[in-house]
């Protein structure tokens, strides 16, 4: 049995349904149909979940209603008409759509949530309709009578663990299931949603809880490109990678798939593969819990930007108990996250992003490290990148770190500092953010050229 998921874009037209329509239909395995809303048709379209919130914010400001409930009706009937699916169709999704706009402001910390969700959840109706028409025997299924219950966090929710029994019941049912994707229902019958891009998990769930064989999540693209594409020219997709590497790119800039989707398929042992619906017969990217070696250590090779590094040293900081630890109470009393924390004998500095930093915030860690600390220098650096090369293979290959620095030498990039992990799944090289591009460039060029 498999999980299959259609991302916007996917889903965007009626075009698009066509090809979605075909993808079922060639493989019986696809039982369970987890449908994102309409996305962009072209790039300088919007989401259908965009509008959304433009209409939740019009309803909370009171501002006229009109010409927005149109328009995202008009998403719905345009498909609709296309497909030559039913007036009855039409007519719930408009009631639908309209009625958002009669739910309570005051005291309903799920309004916004009920807004968004509602993009999946007439998708889901739609499609389901037109797999029917079609000849395949589907319906519609609505998370809260999936199973799926979640955390009463608005945007934000979390599955509830009881859920994975419930919906391990879905694979007693007949013929194909569609399930919007992106919110689940809290205890109390609320719709919540999952962070923004969140039909990922929802897949990611399901296939979790009814043990699926491969769990499919269709984009836009022929799967993970070893490196960014809009950097390196054409890089190659990458076969097969492992859960564990697929999350260290995924830091670091490679966004095909929801950080949070990949933990449910890893724990539930469930393979993944990410497809393109515009190209079904490329056999895209896999994701495992294990591959067999082969002969090149780097699977891909990622970038990101807006990090800074506060940097400290301290004569003998290496004999001093509880320095480290002092420096990150710090941390912890402003709320900062940190990434990374690369030392040297007398020198720790510690790697943040740039969000978590305010002038405030920086100005109070300054006065603590010198006034509390008794730092002997102390200095922060901004426009830093962080560059991964990642493989779960690196372990066993003699060499790697010393091709990469040698590939950026010669490109005449200066490494500001290194890192890696006891796992050795990645190293870590932060460079100014000028030459995050040049460095990607030249490591791509030394892996895989
Ligand atoms: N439609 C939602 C969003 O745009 C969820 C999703 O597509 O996964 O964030």
């Not at 619906?277 to 930007?305: A, E, F, M, W, Y």
Request: one cysteine or more; hydrophobic letters at 40%; glycine letters at 6%.
């Amino acid at each position: 049995m498999k999980v299959t998921k259609f991302g916007g874009s996917s889903l965007a037209n009626a075009e698009q349904l066509k090809k979605v329509l075909n993808i079922v239909k060639t493989d019986a395995n696809r039982k369970f149909i987890v449908v994102s809303a309409p996305g962009k048709e072209h790039s300088d379209d919007q989401k259908l979940t965009d509008i959304l919130i433009a209409y939740h914010d019009a309803y909370v400001t009171g501002a006229p209603l009109n010409d927005i409930q149109d328009s995202i009706i008009n998403r719905f009937k345009t498909i609709i008409e296309s497909l030559e699916l039913s007036q009855k169709l039409l007519d719930t999704i408009i009631n639908n759509i309209k009625g958002l706009a009669h739910l309570p402001i005051e005291n309903n910390p799920f309004l916004y949530d009920a807004f968004l969700a509602s993009g999946e959840d007439n998708n889901a109706k739609l499609i389901a309709e037109y797999f029917r028409n079609n000849g395949i025997k589907a319906r519609y299924l609505n998370p809260g009578v999936a199973g799926l219950m979640v955390s009463s966090e608005p945007q934000n929710a979390r599955i509830l663990p009881a859920s994975y029994d419930k919906m391990e019941k879905l694979k007693e049912y007949d013929g194909i299931l569609v399930i919007p994707g992106f919110f689940g229902i809290t205890k109390d019958g609320q719709i919540c949603t999952f962070s923004r891009g969140g039909s990922d998990i929802t897949g990611s769930l399901i296939a979790a809880a009814i043990s699926a064989d491969l769990y499919e999540n269709f984009t836009d693209v022929d799967g993970i490109f070893a490196a960014h594409p809009g950097v390196v020219k054409k890089p190659h997709s990458i076969k097969k990678l492992t859960y564990k590497e697929m999350r260290e790119l995924a830091y670091a800039g490679f966004t095909v798939l929801h950080d949070e989707a990949l933990i449910p398929a890893y724990r539930g042992r469930v393979p993944l593969v990410i497809k393109n619906t515009n190209n079904p017969d490329h056999p895209g990217t896999k994701i495992v819990l294990d591959r067999s070696t082969d002969k090149n250590p780097v699977v891909g090779i990622s970038g990101d930007d807006r990090f800074i590094s506060i940097n400290m040293s301290k004569y003998l900081m290496n004999r001093e108990v509880g320095f480290g630890r002092k420096v990150l109470q710090i941390l912890e009393d402003l709320h900062i996250r940190w990434e990374h924390m690369p030392t040297g004998i007398d020198d720790l500095s510690i790697v943040i992003r740039e969000r978590e930093m305010t002038p405030i915030k920086e100005k109070e860690i300054l006065t603590y490290l010198t006034h509390n600390l008794e730092v002997d220098e102390v200095s922060v650096t901004k426009n830093l990148s962080i560059i991964m090369i990642v493989g779960e293979n690196m372990k066993s290959h003699v060499g790697v770190t010393a091709a990469a620095t040698k590939a950026l030498s010669e490109n005449k990039i200066n490494i500001t500092m290194i890192s890696q992990g006891s796992s050795e799944v990645s190293v870590m090289f932060v460079v100014d953010s000028k030459d995050e591009k040049k460095a990607i460039k030249a490591l791509y060029q030394a892996f895989f050229n």
